[in-house]
């Protein structure tokens, strides 16, 4: 007779809510950021697309006379300029500045987390730790891989910042991205499906093909004598920096990241995403515990809704599923209770917890059994 397998699939999956204790921005605010980093003079290298992406916004509330356009949401954002980039028009802005208005929002994004996103710089450790909570949010994973109630786990992560792939790369494992090509999974990875993309993948210009980048410890003693720090402080890194090492520090090395918009379904990204789309939705299709943090389920996110609930006709049975969010409970669980079955709400399988990251990595380590040891709440 076979005998059956106990092990209960994990899946995490990480909204913009998981990186906001780091500095991240959510997407209603995203552009609040990048405005902000504007103003202060801390645009940098991408100084020409924040002032094209600025003045294009600003273009844009012309749009109000005859139509509503939420030029505040930074994916609202992003879809507009994709479609004002197709027909080759948004107001009196000429057509080769139009045209180049998603690649120039892209590098705004990517800026934006550079400077929003911090790492604790303190002169004592050998090398910069991940952002916060991400330390301990990787620690956590690593120990649920040979856990029987978690193993194997698979985080699927809407955010394209590198607090988690920094956090494993510390530890020495690899993120398995999921992409057409990739390697074979070792021992030493992890699955991390970055379904919107990621700030270290690149398009390879020879093959067309996404090639993402391995990231590096930063030695903690570089910056610390850099910056001319007395006392221990939170510091932004650039993104090439992470993928090159600090001695790349300034230099113009920035190739156009793969960031897609919510409406991608078309094209290249369709092809090229595919494979990581799918990966994801494996995952779930064989998952009995998934645990959602820091994303609401908004409710202009049809998208999402269509994935999980296509990813989820499986033979599987969901055991737990755990929403951690900071929002109001009746409106983020209402939301979810649109979405999930009654094989998951009526049998009691749907819990809510009023907890941001930190304090989610901390309530599902103690249900599991663990420590996280470098834990610390603020």
Known sequence: MAVRDTTMKTVFILGAGASRAAGGPLMFDFIDAATRIFRLGEAGWA????????DARRKLQGAFVKSTIDIDNIENLFSTYEMASLIGRLSDLDESVVKQLPKSLRYLIMRT???????????????????????????????????????????????????????????GFEPDY??????????????????????????????????????RKLPMRTYWDRLGL??????????????????????????EPIIVPPTWNKGWYQEQLKSVWRSASEALAAAENIFVIGYSLPASDQFFRSFYSLSTISDSFIERFW?????????????????????????????????????????????????????AGR
């Open 323 to 375: 929403l951690f969010d900071p929002s109001p409970k009746t409106d983020v669980v209402e939301r979810f209770s649109s979405l999930l079955g009654p094989a998951i709400i009526d049998r009691g399988r749907f819990r809510f917890e009023c907890e941001k990251f930190d304090g989610a990595i901390k309530r599902l380590a103690e249900h599991f059994g663990y420590r996280t040891e470098n834990f």
């Open 178 to 215: 999921g992409l057409a090509g990739s390697p074979v999974r070792s021992k030493r990875s992890i699955a991390h499906y970055k379904v919107h993309g990621s700030l270290n993948w690149f398009r390879n210009p020879e093959t067309g093909e996404i090639a993402p980048q391995p990231l």
């Open 230 to 255: 007395e006392h221990p402080a939170e510091r932004p890194i650039d993104t090439m920096e992470l993928i090159y090492g600090p001695d790349k520090w300034g230099m113009d090395l920035y190739p």
């Open 113 to 171: 987390l550079e400077q929003a996103i911090l790492y604790p710089i303190d002169g004592k450790e050998q090398v910069i730790p991940a952002p916060y909570p991400y330390d301990a949010f990787a620690e956590l994973l690593i120990e649920l891989r040979d856990h029987r109630e978690a193993s194997p786990v698979t985080v699927i992560n809407f955010n394209y910042d590198l607090c988690l792939d920094y956090a494993l790369t510390l530890r």
């Open 47 to 54: 100084q020409p697309h924040f002032e094209g992406i600025l």
